[in-house]
């Protein structure tokens, strides 16, 4: 008997002696999202957790697998919605409100939600790209407006994407109907009697028809990112010292786009959900996404890559249009912009 109790001790101290097993935290994100591992082990081995990543479509179908998900959530935090969907994830009430203190390091242009159930964690500025190199040869100015686009020097030399499946499409689309108000289709119809091309998504686009891609393809010029011409110097297959492709970034050409992340709803590991999130704003996770996702750190303490200053360019002045009003119009827009170019 006495013999049964000393091991029933023994076994009771080496249970408690033990490490807990590390929780699971599941982050839900888009297709596009990237970052280090090492900086995820980080994470993970200073808060005795497993984060997995939950990849789940593009945003538009993320969201919805989120909303339709609400009263048992797939994941604890959500990353990814941007300002062109961020209405419609407040209006579902998929998040609950956090006030990381992380945001103070966070400038109030990018704070959207007032409540701080979406917390901003990227921008990048959505712009026409252009090949460097064709506009040389053949002794052609780079147009620097809308109306530019539309003249007969450029016929054909531009490819965009559809804004009802593509986000950038949908950025570019944007941009437009700010500059131009209500007469947007009018330009849109401009563009068409023009020559422009639509193509469904981004990778089309940028990888087929964008001539100063792999592709080669007939079009000098691409919707694209202000940071894709210091993509083109990072996977470039010889070191380049300058990039083959820049920007446009006059006034109101560039639609920004900016990247939130929330705690769902319902979720079962709170506090954990609360550090990730403070993790995302921190400056080791901020200062990694710039050579993974290609998009700019929203903690003004965060250093930029080498690359991206010296390549990637910022629109000082992009696009005036508020996430409410493209929440209210964003359907009927695109529906518009369909008809005229069908």
Same mark, same amino acid.
């Given at each position: 008997?006495?013999?049964? &109790?000393?091991?029933?001790?023994?076994?009771?101290?080496?249970?408690?002696?033990?490490?807990?097993?590390?929780?699971?935290?599941?982050?839900? &994100?888009?297709?596009?999202?990237?970052?280090?591992?090492?900086?995820?082990?980080?994470?993970?081995?200073?808060?005795?957790?497993?984060?997995?990543?939950?990849?789940?479509?593009?945003?538009?179908?993320?969201?919805?697998?989120?909303? =339709?998900?609400?009263?048992?959530? =797939?994941?604890? $935090?959500?990353?990814?919605?941007?300002?062109?969907? =961020? /209405?419609?994830?407040?209006?579902?009430?998929?998040?609950?409100?956090?006030?990381?203190?992380?945001?103070?390091?966070?400038?109030?242009?990018?704070?959207?939600?007032?409540?701080?159930?979406?917390?901003?964690?990227?921008?990048?500025?959505?712009?026409?790209?252009?090949?460097?190199?064709? !506009?040389?040869?053949?002794?052609?100015?780079? %147009?620097?407006?809308?109306?530019?686009?539309?003249?007969?020097?450029?016929?054909?030399?531009?490819?965009?994407?559809?804004?009802?499946?593509?986000?950038?499409?949908?950025?570019?689309? =944007?941009?437009?109907?700010?500059?131009?108000?209500?007469?947007?289709?009018?330009?849109?119809?401009?563009?068409?009697?023009?020559? $422009?091309? $639509?193509?469904?998504?981004?990778?089309?686009?940028?990888?087929?028809?964008?001539?100063? /891609?792999?592709?080669?393809?007939?079009?000098?010029?691409?919707?694209?990112?202000?940071?894709?011409?210091?993509?083109?110097?990072?996977?470039?297959?010889?070191?380049?010292?300058?990039?083959?492709?820049?920007?446009?970034?006059? %006034?109101?050409?560039? !639609?920004?786009?900016?990247? !939130?992340?929330?705690?769902?709803?319902?979720?079962?590991?709170?506090?954990?959900?609360?550090?990730?999130?403070?993790?995302?704003?921190?400056?080791?996770?901020?200062?990694?996404?710039?050579?993974?996702?290609?998009?700019?750190?929203?903690?003004?303490?965060?250093?930029?890559?080498?690359?991206?200053?010296?390549?990637?360019?910022?629109?000082?002045?992009?696009?005036?249009?508020?996430?409410?009003?493209?929440?209210?119009?964003?359907?009927?827009?695109?529906?518009?912009?369909?008809?005229?170019?069908?």
């Amino acid at each position: 008997m006495k013999k049964h &109790t000393l091991i029933t001790v023994y076994c009771l101290l080496l249970s408690a002696c033990a490490p807990a097993s590390p929780a699971t935290l599941t982050i839900m &994100t888009h297709d596009s999202f990237a970052i280090s591992e090492d900086v995820v082990t980080a994470f993970e081995q200073a808060n005795n957790v497993d984060v997995v990543f939950l990849a789940s479509g593009d945003t538009g179908t993320m969201l919805n697998k989120a909303i =339709l998900a609400k009263d048992a959530p =797939l994941a604890d $935090v959500m990353f990814g919605v941007d300002n062109t969907f =961020l /209405s419609r994830a407040l209006e579902a009430d998929i998040f609950d409100a956090y006030q990381s203190p992380a945001l103070s390091d966070v400038p109030a242009e990018f704070i959207l939600d007032s409540s701080n159930r979406a917390l901003p964690v990227d921008y990048g500025d959505v712009c026409i790209n252009y090949d460097k190199k064709y !506009f040389a040869e053949n002794n052609l100015a780079v %147009p620097q407006s809308f109306e530019d686009l539309a003249k007969p020097e450029y016929s054909g030399l531009l490819v965009v994407q559809n804004p009802a499946t593509s986000s950038p499409g949908l950025a570019f689309m =944007l941009a437009t109907r700010a500059y131009f108000g209500d007469g947007f289709l009018d330009y849109w119809q401009s563009l068409k009697d023009n020559g $422009v091309v $639509v193509v469904d998504g981004w990778e089309t686009a940028y990888y087929t028809n964008f001539s100063a /891609s792999s592709g080669k393809g007939p079009q000098p010029m691409v919707v694209s990112y202000a940071s894709s011409p210091a993509a083109e110097v990072v996977f470039a297959a010889e070191p380049l010292t300058e990039s083959p492709t820049a920007s446009i970034v006059a %006034p109101g050409m560039c !639609f920004r786009q900016v990247e !939130f992340v929330g705690i769902l709803k319902n979720g079962q590991n709170r506090d954990l959900a609360e550090k990730f999130v403070d993790f995302m704003l921190g400056k080791q996770f901020q200062e990694d996404m710039p050579l993974n996702m290609f998009v700019y750190p929203v903690n003004q303490s965060a250093q930029l890559p080498e690359v991206f200053m010296q390549y990637a360019q910022v629109a000082s002045q992009p696009a005036a249009i508020t996430y409410e009003d493209i929440a209210a119009n964003r359907d009927a827009w695109i529906e518009a912009w369909n008809e005229v170019m069908k």
